[in-house]
T-cell receptor
Framework: KNQVEQSPQSLIILEGKNCTLQ??????????LRWYKQDTGRGPVSLTI?????NTKSNGRYTATLDADTKQSSLHITASQLSDSASYIC???????????FGQGTILTVHP | NAGVTQTPKFRVLKTGQSMTLLCAQD?????MYWYRQDPGMGLRLIHY???????AKGEVPDGYNVSRLKKQNFLLGLESAAPSQTSVYFC????????????FGSGTRLTVV
């Protein structure tokens, strides 16, 4: 069964600190992996999309890494801001036209 | 830039009542999707459409029906609401089946009492 597991479930950090969120998946065959940010009461918004051949992709202070061999991805947030408080969702697509499998999300809270 | 618009944003239903959720996109996307999001779980696909006049079942289709009479609109219907359908519903659209341009609406919070 295709699954996406994220850790930790929730995380609290102080403003200005860095953090790393983890995503492990069993989706096969793999097409791409996406990280989304979901603010409270809003829909998910795409941060990065990574294919099999990409190891790292950045979007401002967000850097995603992918290890397709171990089926792991991470999202690193640098110099966190209060506006980074949100749920971060890892999503994996199986094959080019396969459905998306969503992780349960990591809830990040940034305190001043 | 409206993107994907969902109406209503909030709704409370009594068990057995019916309602329709509307999703509208202005990006000329072919593919549209309905998901539900429950606490502690990832988004789950209810139904989807690969073009005007087409619909298909997703992961959790029971208790829901959909229609795509116009390319820009995708309707989700609950014929007889049950408390188990209390959830946040998200509509999404994409340009193609590969997921390019995948865009979500802001959600509809539905409570069935």
């Amino acid at each position: 069964k295709n699954q996406v597991e994220q850790s930790p479930q929730s995380l609290i950090i102080l403003e200005g600190k860095n953090c790393t969120l983890q995503c492990n998946y069993t989706v096969s065959p793999f097409s791409n992996l996406r990280w989304y940010k979901q603010d409270t009461g809003r829909g998910p918004v795409s941060l990065t999309i990574m294919t099999f051949s990409e190891n790292t992709k950045s979007n401002g202070r967000y850097t995603a890494t992918l290890d397709a061999d171990t089926k792991q991805s991470s999202l690193h947030i640098t110099a966190s801001q209060l506006s980074d408080s949100a749920s971060y969702i890892c999503v994996v697509r199986a094959t080019s036209y396969g459905k998306l499998t969503f992780g349960q999300g990591t809830i990040l809270t940034v305190h001043p | 830039n409206a993107g994907v618009t969902q109406t209503p944003k909030f709704r409370v239903l009594k068990t057995g009542q019916s309602m329709t959720l509307l999703c509208a996109q202005d990006m000329n996307h072919e593919y549209m999707y309905w998901y539900r999001q429950d606490p502690g779980m990832g988004l789950r696909l209810i139904h989807y459409s690969v073009g005007e006049g087409t619909t298909a079942k997703g992961e959790v289709p029971d208790g829901y029906n959909v229609s795509r009479l116009k390319k820009q609109n995708f309707l989700l219907g609950l014929e007889s609401a049950a408390p188990s359908q209390t959830s946040v519903y998200f509509c999404a659209s994409s340009y193609s089946g590969t997921g390019s341009g995948y865009t979500f609406g802001s959600g509809t919070r539905l409570t069935v009492v």
